[in-house]
């Protein structure tokens, strides 16, 4: 059974970057059959779609978010990554990484990690 | 972006009821439509998939059904684990991938 599980710091000064990095276990990032996302969650509030990813590099960004973030994956570590610039209070959030079932009209996100709490304050 | 708008946003209700809750899309969305259940300090967990088909695992008492604009998720016979918040998420378009907002289910 997949499971995922995110890390990275918990504190990020504004304007720096977010780095958070989502390991995968009992299955392979390098499996042509899903694609790997990024959703988050501020505190309170509802749920946003950050983008997705295929292992061989090819990725989907929120076009509200596209400007400043950036996917990658290691399959060597079996983890894929989510880099977000110059981050603001407004990202502050809890982010999850889940597995996307496609990169088509039929996309649904399952499993997921258990969220991590990032929070941007000087 | 296609907009996702979930009603009611707060719904009181008792172990056994019969609830519905729906999700409206600003553009026909074809059935590529999910939901999810999320529990406090958890991540969500798929429900329901091309709007009315079961994720494996799931109890049979939940159920969706709709296509186009129009979707419902209906939980027949609440039970106590049920009372938990509750998002639809459109895949027809990519360019966002969307969610509703949100439905809170509380024990009335």
């Known amino acids: 059974q997949v499971q995922l599980q995110e890390s990275g710091p918990g504190l990020v000064k504004p304007s720096e970057t977010l780095s958070l990095t989502c390991t995968v276990s009992g299955g392979s990032v390098s499996s042509g059959r899903y694609y790997w996302s990024w959703i988050r969650q501020p505190p309170g509030k509802g749920l946003e779609w950050i983008g997705y990813?295929?292992?061989?590099?090819?990725?989907n960004y929120n076009p509200s978010l596209e400007s400043r973030v950036t996917m990658s994956v290691d399959p060597s570590k079996n983890h894929f990554s989510l880099k977000l610039t110059s981050v603001t209070s407004a990202d502050t959030a809890v982010y999850y990484c889940?597995?996307?079932?496609?990169?088509?009209?039929?996309?649904?996100?399952?499993?997921w990690g258990q969220g991590t709490l990032v929070t941007v304050s000087s | 972006d296609i907009q996702m708008t979930q009603s009611p946003s707060f719904l009181s209700a008792s172990v056994g009821d019969r609830v519905t809750i729906t999700c409206r899309a600003s553009q026909s969305i074809a059935i590529y439509l999910n939901w999810y259940q999320q529990k406090p300090g958890k991540a969500p967990k798929l429900l329901i998939y091309d709007a009315s088909s079961l994720q494996s695992g799931v109890p049979s008492r939940f159920s969706g059904s709709g296509s186009g604009t129009d979707f419902t998720l209906t939980i027949s016979s609440l039970q106590p684990e049920d009372f938990a918040t509750y998002y639809c998420q459109q895949s027809y378009s990519t360019l966002p991938i969307t969610f509703g907002q949100g439905t809170r289910l509380e024990i009335k």
């Open positions: 889940a597995r996307s079932t496609s990169g088509n009209s039929r996309t649904w996100f399952d499993p």
């Open positions: 990813m295929y292992y061989i590099g090819s990725t």
